[in-house]
């Protein structure tokens, strides 16, 4: 039966970077990259595969260009695993690793941000992570893993970030909730939450005002501590010491004081 791993949202930051790592071990046969910008997912699809002409046992990498989001991302999903079911109708193919991490923010208060947008980011980073995680499950088995990309803003309110907050709140609910049900399967399930990290997340949510997010961690560091600690069956995945921090101390504070207070104190810039 052949093994695969699926990276969403591969084209940069974390999603690359998942690629990178888990393209380095003999986790699976198959890599699997999608994401909407092709010219990236192929530099990485090129890079793996000749690592892969070195080391025989690295996984064959495979970039797909699909749009994620919504409903009709999920069906796009969908096709990719129906069309591979048609190719290895005989050998069949287990979900060895499921990253589930396409998604984005926005800054800036809620009533002055583009609805459109806002609602995109539901679509994505809701919907989208829903509906790819129940198409994926059944084609995973004991030993499997689904690592689903949440945030340290998962654990309260904040204004100027209200509804990415609250998409990650939604992502760390439902990752906690579905390690519960597939426990007996022997599957595992670990929601990322991370802080600050240096990736292009500022540059998209700000549309352009902030190039780089404020004091972040390295991604290198949070992507390993996480393959790691969801392969531990660990249910959340925080690296730094100060996301670990912060989240404990979420269960003390109150709610609307936390959104009150950040948002006015910690605006969060948009063109």
């Known amino acids: 039966m052949k093994r695969i791993a699926i990276i969403t949202g591969a084209s940069s930051g974390m999603g690359a970077e998942f690629a990178r790592q888990l393209g380095e071990e003999p986790c699976a046969d198959e ?4 994401a909407r910008r092709l010219d990236r997912l192929k530099e990485l699809e090129s890079a793996q595969n000749k690592a892969r002409q070195e080391n ?9 260009q699909i749009d994620l989001s919504g409903r009709s991302g999920v069906s796009a999903f969908k096709a990719l695993l129906d069309a591979e079911k048609l190719i290895d109708k005989d050998q069949g193919f287990e979900i060895r690793i499921l990253v589930n991490n396409a998604g984005f923010g926005t800054y800036g208060p809620f009533l002055d941000t583009p609805l459109e947008t806002e609602l995109d980011m539901v679509d994505l980073n809701v919907v ?5 995680a129940g198409l994926a499950l059944p084609f995973m ?4 893993v689904l690592i689903n990309t949440a945030s ?6 904040l204004g100027n970030f209200s509804v990415y907050a609250a998409t990650k709140a939604y992502v760390l609910s439902f990752s906690e909730s579905l390690a519960a049900e597939v426990a007996d399967r ?13 990736t292009e997340f500022a540059d998209v949510a700000s549309n352009g005002a902030r190039k780089e997010v404020l004091g972040g961690k390295s991604v290198q560091k949070t992507v390993a501590h996480c393959i790691k600690a969801a392969r531990q069956g660990k ?11 912060t989240a404990f101390m979420s269960r003390f504070v109150g709610r609307y004081f936390v959104a009150r207070w ?8 948009r063109k």
């Not at 890599?31 to 999608?34: A, H, K, V």
């Not at 340290?152 to 309110?157: I, V």
């Not at 249910?235 to 921090?245: E, N, R, V």
């Open 235 to 245: 249910k959340t995945a925080l690296w730094a010491l100060k996301w670990k921090f």
């Open 186 to 198: 022997g599957i595992k399930v670990c929601a990322l939450c991370p802080g600050s990290v240096s």
């Open 262 to 269: 950040t948002y006015l104190k910690c605006p969060r810039p």
């Open 56 to 64: 025989p046992s690295l996984p064959l990498a495979r970039a797909f």
């Open 152 to 157: 340290l803003a998962a654990f309260l309110p």
């Open 128 to 132: 989208s992570l829903t509906g790819i």
């Open 141 to 144: 088995q004991k030993g499997s």
């Open 31 to 34: 890599l699997w990259l999608l």
